[in-house]
């Protein structure tokens, strides 16, 4: 989890040449590319930064290209007419290209917290211009402060991103603790990228997410929500969430669902998304609402079909993760489809003897999806084959394949969930799950008709 190196003391940037490293014109977005002209043509500086640098050099495909400038966002808006400025925090512009946009920001330098003088280092605004130096330096770890210049097509490193790219370790610029303080939501970022590229997080670095990782409860809620899913969502999310295990960061976030699915629980989900791991690299991917699900099967583990009632269990069920849920700020959408997985794995378990029940469930929309998901939770449980024998037997009487897989990774964003098609945010993240939308009733319900 962590390793000691020397830190960076570097009196000035090493640049590396285009001859000495593999980034290439051709690998970049072209719409990007364009932005990156048309701003040096315009006569100010322009780099593309952060991640795509560092994916590059990777050898991966970089999943955004992101632009830093000289230019200022009004000077933005009107070198691109197709531009809208966005942020509080860190204003931005987006240019657009039909659907989708370019994100560039101007140079940043370092902003002093507003009550840095009583201790409180978080900093709600960071707008204040700078030069590319400074914009390194105020950036959170090494591997993401890297530029790559559109003028001369060299790497500019100024806080030694490269060797550790080389070295595999995540390590934050500057003081650690004075970096996760600034804004606490890098810390969820270093556990992020130490997952997604199985890097290591270099020594100070860790030990100041051990000592500060309270403070993940004064970040904006949406940032923590978004890194959360990020993390769920990308390779390698099973070592992600161990790690936030590990550093304390989990059970801050999640302390309800921490104590309701305990150590044992939590082992148990971090196995799902280990398969969940395994089957990507077998190319087969899983939507975010499936892969959250994953979340709330421990609450399964106490069913008894021998002893309990279908409906009386799926009305629990059904209160436990939408309670849960809530606490979580996840978006009701995502609940209710939860809800409705936990319920079809119920329905699996206790009707596998009903014929006429397995035999229509197999054709409703759910049970692909469900099916997928307890191959995933409960596939090595011996006992469970006979049941599964069964369900699969009365499934392959159709001719459709199974789905209930994604054709690719699932890059939409959490926040896609809210809103008009979303199911909104709840008004009330308290113990009654209230909310200020209306709650439809699972589909699935025993009315025990045959």
């Known amino acids: 989890m962590s390793a000691d190196s020397a830190p960076r003391t570097q009196p000035g940037p090493t640049i590396i040449s285009r001859s000495e490293h593999p980034i290439s014109r051709k690998d970049l977005d072209k ?9 040096k043509d315009s006569g100010f500086e322009a780099y593309l930064v952060g991640g795509a640098v560092r994916d590059l ?10 632009v830093a400038t000289d230019a200022r966002p009004r000077e933005l808006r009107r070198l691109f007419k197709n531009s809208r400025e966005v942020g509080k925090r860190f204003r931005l512009v987006h240019v657009f290209f039909g659907p989708k946009n370019v994100e560039v920001a101007t140079l940043r330098s370092e902003v002093e917290a507003p009550d840095a003088a009583n201790g409180d280092l978080y900093v709600d605004e960071d707008n204040e211009w700078g030069n590319l130096e400074s914009d390194a330096f105020r950036r959170d770890f090494t591997i993401n402060a890297l530029y790559y210049d559109i003028r001369d097509f060299a790497v500019i490193d100024y806080v030694g991103g490269v ?3 080389h070295a595999g370790l995540v390590r934050a610029i500057g003081d650690p603790r004075v970096r996760f303080q600034e804004d606490p939501v890098r810390m969820l970022r270093a556990v992020k990228f130490a997952a997604r590229f199985g890097y290591t997080i270099e020594a100070k670095t860790a030990a100041a997410i051990t000592e500060l990782h309270g403070d993940i409860l004064k970040a904006n809620r949406h940032r923590v929500t978004e890194e959360f899913f990020r993390i769920l969502t990308q390779a390698n999310r099973a070592n992600g969430l ?7 960061l989990l059970e801050d976030l999640y302390p309800d669902w921490a104590k309701a699915i305990g150590q044992t629980g939590l082992d148990q989900v971090i196995e799902f998304l280990e398969r969940v791991d395994a089957e990507a690299e077998q190319d087969r991917w899983y939507s975010i609402e499936l892969i959250a699900t994953g979340l709330f099967v421990p609450l399964l583990d106490t069913i008894d079909p021998a002893k ?5 269990v799926a009305a629990r069920v059904t209160q436990e993760v939408r309670q849960l849920g809530v606490r979580m700020d996840l978006p009701k959408r995502l ?3 939860s809800v409705e997985l936990l319920r079809g794995q119920l329905y699996l378990l206790f009707f596998a003897h009903k014929e006429n029940r397995v035999s229509r469930f197999v054709e409703s929309p759910w049970f692909d999806a469900t099916w997928r998901l307890h191959l995933l939770a409960f596939g090595g449980i011996e006992e469970l084959a006979p049941l599964r024998t069964t369900w699969l037997a009365y499934r392959k009487r159709i001719s459709r394949p199974i789905g209930g897989s994604v054709p690719s990774p699932d890059r939409r964003d959490i926040f896609s969930f809210r809103g008009r ?4 945010r709840h008004a009330d993240r308290g113990g009654n799950g209230d909310d200020d939308g209306e709650w439809a009733e699972p589909e699935l319900v025993d009315t025990g008709e045959e």
């Open 421 to 424: 098609t979303g199911g909104g």
């Open 57 to 66: 050099l990777m050898d991966r495909n970089p999943k955004d290209f992101d």
């Open 31 to 39: 719409d990007t590319l364009r932005v990156l002209y048309r701003l």
């Open 335 to 337: 609940i209710n489809t």
């Open 163 to 165: 060797a550790d790219i």
């Open 242 to 248: 161990r790690l936030l295990a590990q550093f304390g």
């Open 308 to 312: 309990d009632q279908f409906n009386r």
